[in-house]
């Protein structure tokens, strides 16, 4: 939620359009409400005439109130007006959406706001904000919450209003750039210190003596690393401007399927995993596609299950028909799996869950969180599909389904 005070003050002015012509919207509201609840005079029984100006009087205020409660249960906004004693006064369905019971409200930091600035009485203005917009989390959403003090025509406050907005994917949003900073700064420091050290290595050596070949094929590995890494970053970036496309040559599915698979064994090893490739119905499955950025994207899927899977797990790579005119390679895991809250952002761009072990402890192993979504993206532009089902503690299955050529 921004924190310029303006977008508080565009909510309330649309509210005074639609309310009436008057800058006085939340004082005779105010007004309405709390002559409402004030006792008859003691000063004897009202004339006849007295009596009927009386109950015109109550029914035109009760008409205005109800209109503008009415206003206010419109706006998309959140709005929860309290008197100067806290008490709830005005809860839209706005705000109860966002909030939920009348308990959530009180025990969660929204409660607290009005008490932060119960000292102030007097404003220049009928509507003040108080302070800068808060975000708060409640009921697994970040709340962007204004609160504002509201004065009588005489600048004596008469209550308070808090404006609720849902910033979650806003907050996501910036926190997602901070790790992706982050994650990116980590990644390119390691092939870049190794980089460094062996250039200084074999800048060190004799002029007359030829450089280590293990030395050169660590430089090279390194390089080819961050040449891999930049190109990735590059595609996501065409990827987000709708910009990417991909050739259409004729694959060999099970020569892709190895060649991935061959290229993930020193990661595999060191995670002590066991990973199978089952291959199905392989004389009648014919592709057409583009096999580098397809490889790319199943080694992101086994990547992801590697990192995802517990020592001494199984991976299996089934590769088979799917239906009369598409294939399905599928990656099972039995890994730690995906929570209910994380499974439908996975495929976010650089969307970073918090999947645990089995034990309880909190896995963040090192990348850009940027695969899941490179995966889905190349599947969906060979005009295929990437799923994923999953459970917590019992692994996932992520299924890439792509269309078969189609023979003459």
């Known amino acids: 939620m921004s924190s310029d005070p303006q977008e508080l003050s565009g909510v309330i002015r649309r509210v005074d359009h639609l309310g009436s012509a008057t800058s006085q919207l939340f004082s005779r509201l105010y007004q309405g409400l709390r002559k409402g609840s004030e006792p008859p005079s003691a000063n004897g029984s009202p004339s006849d005439s007295s009596n009927s100006e009386t109950e015109t009087g109550t029914k035109n205020r009760d008409v205005e109130i109800e209109r503008l409660n009415a206003i206010i249960h419109a706006l998309d906004e959140g709005i929860i007006v309290q008197d100067t004693e806290g008490r709830v006064l005005i809860e839209n369905a706005a705000a109860k959406k966002l909030i939920g019971s009348r308990k959530d409200f009180w025990t969660s930091e929204l ?19 108080l302070g800068e917009p808060a975000r708060i989390q409640i009921n697994n959403m970040i709340i962007g919450a204004q609160v504002a003090a509201v004065a009588d025509s005489q600048g004596k406050r008469i209550g308070t209003m808090m404006v609720l907005r849902d910033v979650t994917r806003d907050a996501l949003a910036d926190r997602l750039k ?14 870049m210190a190794v980089i460094k050290g062996m250039s200084d290595v074999i800048m060190g050596q004799p002029q007359d003596k030829p450089p280590n070949r293990k030395f050169l094929e660590t430089l090279s590995r ?49 995670a002590k995993l066991d990973v199978k490739i089952m291959i199905k119905d392989i004389d009648r499955i014919h592709l057409t596609g583009d096999d580098q950025r397809l490889r790319w994207a199943l080694g992101h899927l086994l990547q992801n299950s590697i990192r995802y899977t517990e020592p001494n797990g ?21 890994g730690v799996g995906i929570s209910k809250r994380d ?6 761009r650089f969307y970073r869950g918090e999947p645990r072990t089995r034990s309880g402890k909190l896995l963040d192993p090192r990348g850009l969180g ?15 599909y990437l799923s994923v089902q999953s459970e917590v503690g019992q692994g996932s299955v992520f299924t890439m389904v792509l269309p078969l050529q189609q023979l003459n």
């Open 111 to 129: 409660g607290t706001l009005f008490n932060a600035f119960r000292d102030v009485v007097r404003l220049e203005s009928e509507l003040a904000p």
């Open 178 to 191: 901070d790790s992706f900073v982050t994650a990116i700064s980590h990644e390119l420091r390691t092939p």
């Open 222 to 270: 390194n390089v080819d690393i961050l040449d891999r890494m930049i190109v990735e970053l590059l595609d996501i970036g065409e990827m987000s401007a709708t910009a990417f496309s991909v050739r259409r040559d004729p694959l060999n599915i099970e020569d892709l399927v190895w060649q991935v698979e061959r290229g993930m064994k020193p990661e595999v090893k060191k």
């Open 314 to 334: 199984h991976i299996i790579i089934i590769v088979g028909l799917s239906g009369d005119n598409q294939v399905a390679i599928q990656v099972v895991d039995t």
């Open 343 to 348: 499974l439908p952002h996975v495929f976010e």
């Open 370 to 384: 940027q695969g899941l979504f490179v995966a889905r993206t190349v599947a969906e532009s060979h005009g295929g």
